[in-house]
């Protein structure tokens, strides 16, 4: 029997919805999950600390003392946890299948496209895919926000798709990211959207261990220093995109049964999506679900949509980016593709609707006495 997986919850607890909390009206009555301290500050950063789970930072407590003496509590990722998809669900407040920014890797205009570097197997595609259109709607309810990110993604083409608009006030250094968050509320800004990406990285490269209990302690010690930036009146809130698996060596490679039937592969190790070959998508399903249900979710994409993974609203459009089948596995392992690879082999991994990998943190703070 396989476990049940942890659907996101789209019309609460969720992280689509923490943008339009934040910035409806003033006096608008806040969603109950919403830490208190932030549903009534007059001013709120936002900090995003990608790759973030709720039970790994539960596990860790005691070398997070900042982080676990905030008030809050876990809630939901998007379907499939993945940065480029959970990113734009928080800045747009909308699911994955209304902005359609449907996985790490999504077919699109007869390419795949790696939705990060925005590049396919025929190099850059920021002018056959343009960014804009491709994710068409606006961050932050049209608002123009700052956002403090490392200054070096200001000009990607993904920042195009799911940040465009706001106010890039970029940080060189990590240490200057606090900083750089306590000039914007100085300035008198209602709402400062920051992102980190430490723990992600350390997490993909090295799995948990020294080197991730390492970046958390650096992460807390962050929060830390935000904390002595709020003046009276602000408060900060740090969610997280998704969680991590640890999966080591377990790659799985699909099964030949499988792949003589796929003409394609995208989204990721943990949300592998299928193309069949015409005619093939019943075959490649009952193949799928023959050699890899033991490990995994398999799911056509009709199912998936009807099970409202991806939000109750997927449009024609939107759905046509999906895959024929998704193999979600719940196991610790990945399923390869040798068109999606990197520089250097993933230790710890996301993408699919375990609780590890969809439970984030929602905590508040204000100024520390």
Known sequence: MSPAPIVPQYSGANVRGIVPALLAPRGATKPAWIPAAAARAQQVVLLVVDGLGWEQLAERAAIAPTLSSLAGGPITSVAPSTTGTALTSITTGLTPGEHGVVGYRMEISGEVLNVLRWHTAAGDARRRIEPTTTQPFEPFLGERVPVVSKAELESSAFTAAHLRGSVPVGYRTTSGLAVTIGEQLRRGERFVYAYYDGIDKVAHERGFGPYYDAELRAVDRLVADVLDELPPGAALLVTADHGQVDV????VHPHQDVLRLVRAQSGEGRFRW?????????????????HHSDTAWVHSRADLIERGWFGSVVSPPVAARYGD???????PISFHDPDDSGPFPLVCRHGSLTSAEMLVPLLAGTVRE
């Not at 080591?248 to 790659?251: A, D, S, T, V």
């Not at 299928?274 to 023959?290: M, S």
């Not at 089948?325 to 196991?331: G, S």
């Open 248 to 251: 080591g060596e377990r790659i």
């Open 274 to 290: 299928l193309h069949a070959k015409p005619g093939a998508a019943a075959d490649l399903l009952a193949a799928a679900t023959e």
């Open 325 to 331: 089948v998704a193999l979600v596995p719940y196991a």
